[in-house]
């Protein structure tokens, strides 16, 4: 079995809800909706993500024959259930926010329209892919915020990711956030995302000098030569790569950027700029790593740090100030009739819906949550992309999903854009939904 596209990498609750529907033969249209309750704190948005890796996972859902015999094996389902997921295919609609869409808590990232059990199944699944990449989207936008024009950033966090999917996944959702690139190798192949690499403390380590280090590096690496100058001493480092600079000089090979990993890194970024431009290297770029987030990179840029990039690494990938969002999947209609939960605290709004964006300029100044049936002014944010299991549009490119979020970011207002979270961003329910609510509350069974 392959665990990553498995039709068994699910919570136990869908296939005894499924074997449920099934022999009660609820086959009916339901509408589902994942959403995002609530803001983690000193966040003022969320960048959609994931919505790829949904479309990819419902192309391909279908069941193996070796699942199809752990089934059987287990015991707990029927004969139904199994000849079910035996001949499944996912043939439903999904609307959704395009990745890399700014969107707030409440609002629709992807909509999901289907026989019930089909749009039941996936819902696990749904909430893994969409979630996670949301969650890394929206860190790393918040990152290229603080970095502005000022430096770039390069993703460092796959070994510290919580697994390989997080390191990959992790990959992609800081690139289309704005970052230049990734150390993880496999990005580059899956996706066509720029790779980026320097060397560990332990290759400067198994030599017999500094100096050799660095040649050795250089010559086995010439078109990627970036050294890593705080092994023993950082301000000695830096004038080590001047001599070294000077060897390879004739050799034409040249050194592209000194990496700093550990210390007072603003204070030593000033004196190693120093001693590279009095050693005639002022084209050799300072590259920092050890611990960063949007804080730190905002807070070195802020006071002068000549640094040109930042390799953001385990607070990135793991989304160390916010790692998890509060989300849900949820029935919002089914047979033509709405439905909502009233759960204090996890209350649902009714109905399948749409989100209109109003703006003044190129600045966005108010959501509105309606009715997908409705017209109204502004922009419409959610948009079909699957008919009937089949895509509506081609895959689009990694390079246009980062284009297109990079867009979005400059449509914030100017203090999101500073990472300020107050005054919050207006998201307004309208008189229709509110309405609606209204009826299906009503009619509840009591």
Same mark, same amino acid.
């Given at each position: 079995?392959?665990?990553?596209?498995?039709?068994?990498?699910?919570?136990?609750?869908?296939?005894?809800?499924?074997?449920?529907?099934?022999?009660?033969?609820?086959?009916?249209?339901?509408?589902?909706?994942?959403?995002?309750?609530?803001?983690?704190?000193?966040?003022?948005?969320?960048?959609?993500?994931?919505?790829?890796?949904?479309?990819?996972?419902?192309? *391909? =859902?279908?069941?193996? /024959?070796?699942? &199809?015999?752990?089934?059987?094996?287990? @015991?707990? !389902?029927?004969? +139904?259930?199994?000849?079910?997921?035996?001949?499944?295919?996912?043939?439903?609609?999904?609307?959704?926010?395009?990745?890399?869409?700014?969107?707030?808590?409440?609002?629709?990232?992807?909509?999901?329209?289907?026989?019930?059990?089909?749009?039941?199944?996936?819902?696990?699944?749904?909430?893994?892919?969409?979630?996670?990449?949301?969650?890394?989207?929206?860190?790393?936008?918040?990152?290229?915020?603080?970095?502005?024009?000022?430096? *770039? =950033?390069?993703?460092? /966090?796959?070994? &510290?990711?919580?697994?390989?999917?997080? @390191?990959? !996944?992790?990959? +992609?959702?800081?690139?289309?956030?704005?970052?230049?690139?990734?150390?993880?190798?496999?990005?580059?192949?899956?996706?066509?995302?720029?790779?980026?690499?320097?060397?560990?403390?332990?290759?400067?380590?198994?030599?017999?000098?500094?100096?050799?280090?660095?040649?050795?590096?250089?010559?086995?690496?010439?078109?990627?030569?970036?050294?890593?100058?705080?092994?023993?001493?950082?301000?000695?480092?830096?004038?080590?790569?001047?001599?070294?600079?000077?060897?390879?000089?004739?050799?034409?090979?040249?050194?592209?950027?000194?990496?700093?990993?550990?210390?007072?890194?603003?204070?030593?970024?000033?004196?190693?700029?120093?001693?590279?431009?009095?050693?005639?290297?002022?084209?050799?770029?300072?590259?920092?790593?050890?611990?960063?987030?949007?804080?730190?990179?905002?807070?070195?840029?802020?006071?002068?740090?000549?640094?040109?990039?930042?390799?953001?690494?385990?607070?990135?990938?793991?989304?160390?100030?916010?790692?998890?969002?509060?989300?849900?999947?949820?029935?919002?209609?089914?047979?033509?009739?709405?439905?909502?939960?009233?759960?204090?605290?996890?209350?649902?709004?009714?109905?399948?819906?749409?989100?209109?964006?109003?703006?003044?300029?190129?600045?966005?100044?108010?959501?509105?949550?309606?009715?997908?049936?409705?017209?109204?002014?502004?922009?419409?944010?959610?948009?079909?992309?699957?008919?009937?299991?089949?895509?509506?549009?081609?895959?689009?490119?990694?390079?246009?999903?980062?284009?297109?979020?990079?867009?979005?970011?400059?449509?914030?207002?100017?203090?999101?854009?500073?990472?300020?979270?107050?005054?919050?961003?207006?998201?307004?329910?309208?008189?229709?939904?509110?309405?609606?609510?209204?009826?299906?509350?009503?009619?509840?069974?009591?």
């Amino acid at each position: 079995m392959n665990a990553l596209t498995s039709i068994l990498l699910t919570d136990l609750y869908q296939l005894t809800m499924l074997q449920g529907y099934l022999e009660k033969g609820m086959h009916d249209r339901a509408v589902f909706e994942f959403s995002i309750r609530n803001l983690p704190d000193r966040r003022g948005f969320f960048v959609a993500a994931g919505l790829e890796s949904v479309l990819n996972f419902l192309e *391909h =859902l279908h069941l193996t /024959g070796e699942e &199809r015999d752990y089934l059987i094996d287990s @015991g707990r !389902f029927s004969r +139904r259930l199994i000849d079910y997921l035996e001949g499944f295919t996912f043939t439903g609609d999904v609307d959704a926010l395009p990745e890399g869409t700014i969107c707030f808590p409440g609002e629709p990232i992807i909509r999901i329209s289907a026989p019930l059990p089909e749009a039941q199944l996936i819902e696990s699944r749904l909430i893994n892919l969409i979630h996670f990449q949301t969650l890394i989207a929206s860190k790393a936008a918040r990152c290229t915020l603080a970095a502005g024009n000022r430096a *770039h =950033l390069i993703d460092f /966090g796959l070994r &510290r990711a919580h697994g390989a999917e997080a @390191g990959i !996944f992790a990959a +992609r959702s800081s690139y289309i956030a704005g970052f230049a690139g990734t150390a993880t190798v496999m990005a580059e192949p899956l996706y066509g995302i720029p790779i980026f690499g320097t060397m560990a403390h332990s290759f400067i380590e198994a030599q017999e000098s500094e100096t050799e280090a660095f040649i050795t590096f250089a010559e086995t690496n010439p078109g990627n030569v970036t050294l890593l100058i705080d092994t023993y001493d950082t301000c000695t480092g830096a004038k080590k790569v001047v001599e070294a600079a000077a060897l390879l000089s004739r050799k034409g090979i040249g050194v592209d950027t000194v990496r700093l990993d550990s210390g007072d890194l603003a204070g030593l970024s000033r004196q190693v700029r120093t001693i590279l431009d009095r050693g005639g290297l002022g084209d050799v770029r300072i590259f920092v790593s050890g611990n960063m987030d949007e804080y730190s990179i905002k807070d070195f840029l802020d006071r002068g740090a000549p640094i040109d990039g930042f390799g953001v690494g385990t607070k990135l990938d793991t989304s160390d100030d916010a790692p998890y969002f509060d989300c849900a999947y949820k029935l919002m209609e089914y047979a033509g009739i709405p439905r909502l939960k009233k759960s204090e605290g996890k209350a649902t709004l009714p109905g399948a819906k749409q989100v209109f964006r109003e703006f003044d300029g190129n600045t966005m100044v108010r959501d509105v949550l309606t009715l997908a049936s409705d017209v109204r002014a502004g922009s419409p944010l959610v948009k079909t992309c699957m008919e009937k299991g089949c895509r509506t549009e081609e895959k689009m490119k990694t390079e246009d999903v980062r284009s297109y979020t990079l867009n979005q970011l400059e449509t914030l207002p100017p203090h999101m854009m500073a990472l300020a979270t107050t005054p919050p961003y207006p998201v307004v329910i309208s008189e229709n939904l509110m309405a609606l609510r209204t009826r299906v509350e009503k009619n509840l069974p009591g």
